[in-house]
């Protein structure tokens, strides 16, 4: 079955850039997204990316696909403190089947002033 | 604007006792979607629905039932609560080729 995997933790200080890495198994996901939680709060769709695409950028963040190695990356530029969430990684075959979303195990962010 | 509305915030139950956890959707969504959250773990498909009257099994659905009689609202029932159910619990909704919308979460604790 499809497989989605992210390191757990991550630290960073502010200012500086983060970089949150996913791997992923299933050669049919079309789509890939990166979802925000914050505490005790529902997950955010923060940018998602086509398969057909290398990159993607949208203000501060920057989305890295490679294909090849079913590796994805987020960039969060110039990180502040109110970037400290979880960050999940997820894919699904098509836009359409969002109900089939296959979800990594997240990846706790925390910004240091 | 409401958006996906889940009710109860917390809930503590003791082992073989029911209930049904709550999820509305005011955006007119085909599309509607239970999951849990447990640690290291990300976010496992409970049970979905497609529209009204139409519900399917997730990736773990044991233990839990559904249904969709009203486009507006995807109830999760637990017919008889497990220690292993303790979880967080979202609900999300999504129309046809669009993103999902989720809820702020449901967490369960069962003694």
């Known amino acids: 079955g499809e497989d989605v995997e992210q390191s757990l933790f991550l630290s960073v200080r502010e200012g500086d850039s983060s970089v949150i890495n996913c791997t992923y198994t299933d050669s049919s996901s079309t789509y890939l997204y990166w979802y925000k939680q914050e505490p005790g709060a529902g997950l955010q769709l923060l940018t998602y990316i086509f398969s057909n695409m290398d990159m993607k950028q949208d203000q501060r963040l920057t989305v890295l696909l490679n294909k090849k190695d079913k590796h994805l990356s987020l960039r969060i530029a110039d990180t502040q403190t109110g970037d400290s969430a979880i960050y999940f990684c997820?894919?699904?075959?098509?836009?359409?089947?969002?109900?089939?979303?296959?979800f990594g195990s997240g990846t706790q962010l925390t910004v240091l002033p | 604007n409401a958006g996906v509305t889940q009710t109860p915030k917390f809930q503590v139950l003791k082992t073989g006792q029911s209930m049904t956890l709550q999820c509305a959707q005011d955006m007119n969504h085909e599309y509607m979607s239970w999951y849990r959250q447990d640690p290291g773990m990300g976010l496992r498909l409970i049970h979905y629905?497609?529209?009204?009257?139409?519900?399917d099994q997730g990736e773990v659905p044991n233990g839990y039932n559904v249904s969709r009689s009203t486009t507006e609202d995807f109830p999760l029932r637990l017919l008889s609560a497990a220690p292993s159910q303790t979880s967080v619990y979202f609900c999300?909704?999504?129309?046809?080729?669009?993103?999902?919308?989720f809820g702020s979460g449901t967490q369960l604790s069962v003694l």
């Open positions: 997820a894919e699904s075959p098509d836009v359409g089947s969002a109900r089939q979303l296959t």
């Open positions: 999300a909704s999504s129309s046809a080729n669009e993103k999902l919308f």
């Open positions: 629905s497609v529209g009204a009257g139409i519900t």
